[in-house]
Structures are given as structure tokens and as C-alpha cells.
């Protein structure tokens, strides 16, 4: 089976500008989680999607959102980007979301803001 | 909202020595998960634990659940140079809020 696959794996933007990633979870995983990771502070909780709908939301502004397609490929949208979103963020499936899953995590976008 | 702290936040270790972190759940865990991520790598599940002082065993590898189930420890005993990487635990309130909270992390360096 394949993993699950981030997109782009690098990018780099300048303030202001908006960012869309992607990632396409293994293929039978219903449910994807995002997070945020930057030095110090480990991994941040962004938000998690489960058959299309947001079952689970992180402190993160409302710049942050996401979505997630009926074949469980999921998207995350930062709009107005500031230096502080430079990080690695990283998508993680599990097959069904339950509360015993375990987390298959891709290999993360590292995002530059300049 | 719910916290998991993680102690210590860096370990250098000689290879052989033994190694241990902690991790503090600000509330009952459902269940807690550890994971390992390699420098320039994706965090990898390592094991889950769910039962009131559970006690598991991979190799080297000792991991524990505490009995009111809100802490809980990853020990390696007689460290390898494999095993250098950040260490997270992960744990779930219980309910339907199926949401894992992230520790920050120990990062382990072990010198040859």
C-alpha cells in the first residue's frame, strides 16, 4: 500500500500571499488530521476531517482551514501568510478515526515564508 | 483545553547508557500513543497503550500507562546510535472527541 503523500514537499512564499496544500491519504483512510511543526513547540494541532466533514479544530486563526474531498484526499488553505507560518506541516490518516487509531503520517510540506 | 507535557525536552546520552521520558496528561487519557521521528522524518507510531498501569515491551523498548491513567514513560535501556531521534507522546481524552494531543517532544542524541 502506499503511504500517505504530501504535496508540495517544499514552497515558498512571501507575506501576504495564500498557500494551498494537499495531501491523499492511504488508500481505505477515512480520516485526516493536520499539524504544525516548528522547533520548540512540536506538533500543533490544526484540524481533522472525517468523511468530508471537520470533526475536530485546533487554535489556530481562522487563516487556516481545510477541507476534504469524497474520495478522503483532504486540502489545507492558508490565506495572508505571516513569517510566523513558516513550519513543517504534516498530514496524518487512519483508517477509521476512531478513537484507538493510530496515525500514518506523511512527509510533510516545508513551508518558507519570506 | 487538555495539555500533555513532555520531560525531558533534550537528552544526550553515551551510547549504552540508558534513557527516559516523561509525559503528563492535564486530564484522564482514554489512551496514549508514542511515536518516533527521525531527523529530516515523518513521526512513526511506536506502540499504544490503553489499560490502567499497562506495561509493554518492544526489545530495548519499556513503555508504561500510570494507574489513574494521566502519565505515562518510554524507557530505553542500553541506548544505540539507532535510536537518536525526538520522541512524542500522544494522548485522547475519552468520549467521542477523538483528538490526540501531541507532547512536544524529547529529542535524543546518543554519542558513539
Known amino acids: 500500500k502506499a503511504g500517505v503523500t504530501q504535496t508540495p514537499r517544499y514552497l515558498i512564499k512571501t507575506r501576504g500571499q495564500q498557500v494551498t496544500l494537499s495531501c491523499s491519504p492511504i488508500s481505505g483512510h477515512r480520516s485526516v488530521s493536520w499539524y504544525q511543526q516548528t522547533p520548540g513547540q512540536g506538533l500543533q494541532f490544526l484540524f481533522e476531517y472525517f468523511s468530508e466533514t471537520q470533526r475536530n479544530k485546533g487554535n489556530f486563526p481562522g487563516r487556516f482551514s481545510g477541507r476534504q474531498f469524497s474520495n478522503s484526499r483532504s486540502e489545507m488553505n492558508v490565506s495572508t501568510l505571516e513569517l510566523g507560518d513558516s513550519a513543517l506541516y504534516l498530514c496524518?490518516?487512519?483508517?477509521?478515526?476512531?478513537?484507538?487509531?493510530?496515525?500514518?503520517f506523511g512527509d510533510g510540506t516545508r513551508l518558507s515564508i519570506l | 483545553g487538555q495539555q500533555v507535557m513532555q520531560i525531558p525536552q533534550y537528552q544526550h546520552v553515551q551510547e549504552g547508557e540508558d534513557f527516559t521520558t516523561y509525559c503528563n496528561s492535564s486530564t484522564t487519557l482514554s489512551n496514549i500513543q508514542w511515536y518516533k521521528q527521525r531527523p529530516g522524518g515523518h513521526p512513526v507510531f511506536l506502540i499504544q497503550?490503553?489499560?490502567?498501569?499497562e506495561v509493554k515491551k518492544q526489545k530495548r523498548l519499556t513503555f508504561q500507562f500510570g494507574e489513574a491513567k494521566k502519565n505515562s514513560s518510554l524507557h530505553i535501556t542500553a541506548t544505540q546510535t539507532t535510536d537518536v531521534g525526538t520522541y512524542f507522546c500522544a494522548g485522547r481524552r475519552g468520549g467521542s472527541n477523538y483528538k490526540l494531543t501531541f507532547g512536544k517532544g524529547t529529542l535524543l542524541t546518543v554519542n558513539p
Open positions: 496524518a490518516s487512519s483508517a477509521a478515526g476512531t478513537g484507538d487509531s493510530l496515525l500514518h
Open positions: 497503550l490503553v489499560k490502567s498501569g
